[in-house]
């Protein structure tokens, strides 16, 4: 039996195109039928619950983290030029645009998205999914919508609560290590982080929130091949989010501050 041959095309332009379309269906075809038929309020709850709520915890541990290592970062640096009043400002305006919605997306990913591949693609392997059209369930309205609109919801609130953790920790750094006024650390931080800032932030969390939920969802509903099968639509899932996340991040933070009317500050 000839193996068959994938010319260069095929795999740098062709596949990939396919892939964008087949993916851009599949949402297309969820969002359809969270109307027609109406998607279950409860389990949308349901999922906002294990995705958002169960998520709290290491969100906050994350901004605790990244804003004690960016307070002591930002500290040693600015206290070259005699600005250590400059840190929450600093560590507010990285956390608030690009931090936050970037890294509280991967762990969300590896902890929410990782489980709707490989809970979907049992169910798909197991036929499970063939079942429940057996019986007039449609699986986008019961399995897919439900986990994308809680993680498109959940994620912009994550994201503040990660903001919140990691600018109260660099207060804590500035104001006990480097001997910064309250009045000043809230001066600064007042004048460099804008809402607006905060809400770019968001903007690029629920996005982050919908390509792994979606590439979760789309890669567990089209695996096969048994367990071997569920672990590789997992694996991929998790792959392709993160990476679709990293370039999804440059071309929004780049039309953001060309979207900006005063400037990057």
């Given at each position: ?20 379309g087949a993916l851009v269906v ?77 890294i509280g997306s991967f762990l ?158």
């Amino acid at each position: 039996m000839k193996a068959t041959k994938v010319s260069i095309v095929d795999l740098l332009f062709v596949n990939p195109i396919t892939a964008v379309g087949a993916l851009v269906v599949f949402i297309g075809n969820t969002i359809l039928r969270t109307f027609r038929p109406r998607m279950s309020f409860h389990l949308f709850l349901k999922q906002c619950e294990f995705t958002g709520n169960l998520s709290i915890g290491i969100m906050i541990l994350a901004g605790i983290m990244i804003g004690a290592v960016f307070g002591l970062q930002f500290g040693e640096i600015l206290k070259i030029f005699g600005a250590e009043g400059m840190i929450g400002a600093a560590a507010g305006f990285a956390l608030s645009k690009e931090l936050a919605p970037v890294i509280g997306s991967f762990l969300v990913t590896a902890r929410a998205g990782s489980s709707m591949a490989a809970e979907i693609a049992t169910m798909r392997v197991n036929e499970q999914v063939d079942a429940m059209r057996v019986m007039a369930v449609n699986p986008y309205n019961y399995l897919v919508a439900p986990r994308i609109w809680a993680s498109v919801a959940m994620m912009p609130l994550l994201t503040c609560i990660f903001v919140m953790s990691g600018v109260t920790c660099s207060f804590a750094i500035a104001v006990l290590i480097y001997d910064v006024d309250i009045a000043v650390f809230n001066e600064k931080i007042q004048w460099i982080v804008k809402p607006r800032h905060l809400w770019e932030g968001m903007q690029k969390a629920m996005v982050f929130g919908l390509i792994f939920s979606s590439v979760g969802c789309y890669k567990g509903f089209h695996a096969g091949g048994g367990a071997k099968g569920v672990g590789r639509a997992t694996t991929e899932a998790v792959v392709i989010s993160l990476v679709t996340i990293l370039v999804v991040d440059f071309f929004m933070s780049y039309f953001q501050f060309l979207s900006a009317q005063d400037g990057l500050f």
